[in-house]
């Protein structure tokens, strides 16, 4: 493990959490208006004049400006194309811009190719998020991340968290190209904990197992 990852790992400023948390939404955001600009403009404009600034300081307001500006644009290309499309859509751009995020960090924080550098990556990450995790090793070639608390799941519909959580699978093909992340249950959906397999040297562009979704 190199040192920028054992540091960040222990302790991050709260002011290098929300800079980050601004770029997550930047790209997300982003990422999701591309899509409603080719299939729904009439609606992004919409969201755009309605979207207020977060509520107050802090890292709590911003994740609920985020987590709200996800939503809108979600439920807007569910109306805009169907659900079963809008997922698809969605989906695959959010896992573009994880990948991204995670071949940043993986430069940034100097992550090893360990599922200990993984999970430490990960814990970075989503600190900035809210996400409070653990991850099991059943076998060698698979472990399982288990989220006990998402603060983003206060505003995220169904829909919304199926879409964004690509962007979390993303991530991890972008920390390690040879594994692979998919959700197979969460807290959006009435589960108690968001659950997704990884799978340990996986080919590029496999899927971890089932519920890999859209």
């Known amino acids: 493990m190199g040192l920028r990852l054992r540091l960040a790992a222990a302790w991050t400023p709260e002011a290098t959490l929300l800079r980050e948390l601004d770029r997550v939404k930047d790209l997300t955001?982003?990422?999701l208006d591309g899509l409603l600009a080719q299939h729904a403009p009439g609606a992004l404009e919409r969201?755009?004049?309605?979207?207020?600034p977060p509520t107050g300081p802090g890292l709590v307001p911003r994740r609920a400006a985020m987590a709200q500006a996800h939503t809108a644009r979600v439920e807007a290309l569910v109306e805009a194309v169907g659900r079963d499309e809008a997922l698809r859509l969605g989906?695959?751009?959010?896992r573009e811009v994880g990948v991204g995020l995670g071949e940043d960090a993986r430069a940034r924080l100097g992550v090893g190719g360990s599922v200990d550098d993984l999970v430490r990556a990960a814990r970075v990450m989503y600190r900035v998020l809210g996400i409070d995790?653990?991850?099991e090793r059943p076998s060698p070639d698979r472990a399982v991340l288990r989220v006990s608390r998402c603060a983003l799941s206060d505003w995220y519909t169904e829909d919304a968290c199926m879409v964004l959580s690509a962007a979390d699978e993303g991530v991890v093909r972008g920390l390690y190209p040879d594994m692979a992340m998919a959700f197979s249950s969460r807290i959006t959906c009435g589960?108690?904990?968001?659950?997704?397999?990884?799978?340990i040297g996986a080919p590029s562009g496999a899927p971890a197992g089932p519920g890999a979704g859209p």
């Open 29 to 31: 955001v982003r990422g």
């Open 47 to 52: 969201i755009k004049g309605e979207e207020e």
């Open 91 to 94: 989906r695959a751009a959010m």
């Open 133 to 135: 995790f653990r991850v």
């Open 191 to 199: 589960a108690p904990e968001c659950e997704a397999e990884i799978a």
